[in-house]
């Protein structure tokens, strides 16, 4: 093809991408969005392989890895998606790298001077410490969600010192790199070293509560570092791709942090989240919560004008969302108004809850952001909370808390609440919910699956 050709059809890939980007804006037509994004790379891979004679081993990588990647994804469980997702930009950054190591090897093979000039030193050390930091730290992220490692934050004194004089030291290196007259191995392997221990230090003190900004932010880095890498290549559709990752990325960890009222550099700086703790008042008392069964939520329902669900966490665990459909019809059959109420972080990734009401085919229209639904609460009757913890707990209203400030659903001002736990342990960010123990609000204990299943034979 000629280089007038290879920018067209990169430019018409770019465009897809867009248009993917687009799509994925709403669940509705996400289906779409997804197609065109898959059009996109087809041509941008298609046009690619058009300027390389080893185009055989490129097709033979691809069927490898397609093969793997399509096993994964059939054998998947929605519960795992956010380390998939974390697995999946750990490859990119990790990909990254070595692009760089074999660009910098070879410069010649990938259309660059046989000593390579400062702008493409610049450009290689940027995509290969923010690929290095992104597989780390995505690592470290895919352990900690698929319960390999413990959420809770792991943190020692001066971890912050720590990573600020490895920072300048990583940065020293990339700088002795770039003013070296030949190829400077030793500089550029320390500096490498150095980044993918700094991206283990970031993420290790990050507690379970901000594993959404993580996954959104370790997206954002798998997308600067291929536009870092595209810029030494010299390959446009790599600078689109990745600005265009990057970018979304970015603006999805400044929702989630706005969502959950944290700066982005306490988030960064970690602390935040662990894994549970004892029931106890604030005296050292034992408080008192009112329980009740399936049967009893099902009557309650049934005769109720109107029911928000709330899902949670231990809804996707549980696999309990066609459950919830089912309910959800035998209620709507009934004459009762049914909604779902969706918190920005609800679930360990963006969108948790979106795609697993989606996968169960729940209308769209009866899935409403915090925002849309939150003034709806006080006129509701019965509010169904499945699994969630802390985007349902009312001490986000109470100054000097951890979470103070941070927006929730507000269930507590239905007249009714009735929430489904396997027990009564805190949620991520460690903090026991004075919601379980008010007047109004009924406990029922066991899997949601299962006690929904109850519901709907009530029913």
């Given at each position: 093809?000629?280089?007038?050709?290879?920018?067209?059809?990169?430019?018409?890939?770019?465009?897809?991408?867009?248009?993917?980007?687009?799509?994925?804006?709403?669940?509705?037509?996400?289906?779409?969005?997804?197609?065109?994004?898959?059009?996109?790379?087809?041509?941008?891979?298609?046009?690619?392989?058009?300027?390389?004679?080893?185009?055989?081993?490129?097709?033979?990588?691809?069927?490898?890895?397609?093969?793997?990647?399509?096993?994964?994804?059939?054998?998947?469980?929605?519960?795992?998606?956010?380390?998939?997702?974390?697995?999946?930009?750990?490859?990119?950054?990790?990909?990254?790298?070595?692009?760089?190591?074999?660009?910098?090897?070879?410069?010649?093979?990938?259309?660059?001077?046989?000593?390579?000039?400062?702008?493409?030193?610049?450009?290689?050390?940027?995509?290969?410490?923010?690929?290095?930091?992104?597989?780390?730290?995505?690592?470290?992220?895919?352990?900690?969600?698929?319960?390999?490692?413990?959420?809770?934050?792991?943190?020692?004194?001066?971890?912050?010192?720590?990573?600020?004089?490895?920072?300048?030291?990583?940065?020293?290196?990339?700088?002795?790199?770039?003013?070296?007259?030949?190829?400077?191995?030793?500089?550029?392997?320390?500096?490498?070293?150095?980044?993918?221990?700094?991206?283990?230090?970031?993420?290790?003190?990050?507690?379970?509560?901000?594993?959404?900004?993580?996954?959104?932010?370790?997206?954002?880095?798998?997308?600067?570092?291929?536009?870092?890498?595209?810029?030494?290549?010299?390959?446009?559709?790599?600078?689109?791709?990745?600005?265009?990752?990057?970018?979304?990325?970015?603006?999805?960890?400044?929702?989630?942090?706005?969502?959950?009222?944290?700066?982005?550099?306490?988030?960064?700086?970690?602390?935040?989240?662990?894994d549970g703790g004892a029931v106890v008042a604030d005296d050292g008392a034992q408080k008192t919560y009112r329980s009740g069964s399936a049967d009893d939520a099902a009557f309650l329902m049934g005769n109720a004008d109107s029911v928000i669900i709330i899902p949670g966490y231990g809804l996707a665990v549980a696999r309990a969302q066609h459950a919830v459909?089912?309910?959800?019809?035998?209620?709507?059959?009934?004459?009762?108004?049914?909604?779902?109420?969706?918190?920005?972080?609800?679930?360990?990734?963006?969108?948790?809850?979106?795609?697993?009401?989606?996968?169960?085919?729940?209308?769209?229209?009866?899935?409403?952001?915090?925002?849309?639904?939150?003034?709806?609460?006080?006129?509701?009757?019965?509010?169904?909370?499945?699994?969630?913890?802390?985007?349902?707990?009312?001490?986000?209203?109470?100054?000097?808390?951890?979470?103070?400030?941070?927006?929730?659903?507000?269930?507590?001002?239905?007249?009714?609440?009735?929430?489904?736990?396997?027990?009564?342990?805190?949620?991520?960010?460690?903090?026991?919910?004075?919601?379980?123990?008010?007047?109004?609000?009924?406990?029922?204990?066991?899997?949601?699956?299962?006690?929904?299943?109850?519901?709907?034979?009530?029913?």
């Open positions: 093809m000629s280089a007038n050709m290879v920018a067209l059809a990169y430019l018409v890939a770019s465009v897809f991408f867009i248009l993917a980007l687009k799509g994925l804006s709403s669940p509705e037509s996400a289906r779409r969005g997804n197609m065109f994004g898959i059009v996109g790379m087809i041509i941008a891979v298609a046009t690619t392989m058009t300027l390389t004679e080893n185009w055989m081993l490129i097709i033979g990588c691809i069927a490898i890895g397609g093969v793997i990647g399509t096993l994964i994804a059939k054998r998947v469980q929605m519960t795992a998606m956010p380390e998939l997702v974390a697995f999946m930009h750990s490859l990119v950054g990790l990909a990254a790298v070595f692009i760089a190591i074999a660009a910098i090897n070879n410069p010649v093979s990938f259309g660059l001077p046989a000593v390579l000039p400062a702008g493409s030193k610049l450009e290689l050390f940027l995509g290969t410490f923010i690929g290095a930091m992104t597989w780390s730290g995505s690592v470290i992220a895919f352990l900690k969600l698929s319960g390999r490692m413990s959420g809770t934050p792991i943190v020692f004194s001066g971890q912050h010192m720590l990573n600020l004089l490895l920072a300048i030291v990583m940065i020293g290196f990339g700088l002795w790199f770039f003013f070296s007259e030949t190829t400077n191995w030793t500089a550029f392997i320390a500096m490498t070293a150095i980044a993918f221990l700094l991206g283990f230090l970031i993420i290790i003190p990050i507690g379970g509560a901000d594993m959404p900004v993580v996954i959104s932010m370790l997206n954002s880095y798998s997308g600067w570092a291929a536009a870092g890498i595209g810029f030494s290549l010299g390959n446009p559709m790599l600078i689109i791709a990745g600005s265009l990752v990057g970018s979304s990325g970015a603006i999805l960890s400044y929702i989630m942090c706005k969502a959950m009222n944290r700066p982005f550099l306490s988030v960064i700086l970690g602390g935040f989240g662990s459909k089912e309910l959800a019809e035998m209620l709507h059959e009934k004459g009762v108004n049914v909604r779902f109420a969706i918190h920005p972080v609800a679930g360990r990734m963006p969108g948790h809850m979106n795609v697993l009401l989606a996968e169960a085919e729940i209308p769209y229209e009866q899935v409403l952001e915090m925002d849309e639904i939150n003034s709806d609460f006080s006129n509701t009757d019965v509010v169904l909370v499945l699994g969630a913890n802390d985007v349902v707990n009312p001490a986000a209203n109470v100054q000097g808390s951890p979470i103070y400030g941070m927006p929730i659903l507000e269930a507590h001002k239905a007249r009714t609440v009735m929430v489904v736990k396997r027990s009564m342990g805190v949620g991520y960010a460690g903090l026991d919910n004075d919601l379980f123990y008010m007047d109004k609000t009924m406990m029922i204990f066991g899997d949601a699956k299962k006690v929904v299943e109850s519901m709907v034979k009530a029913l």
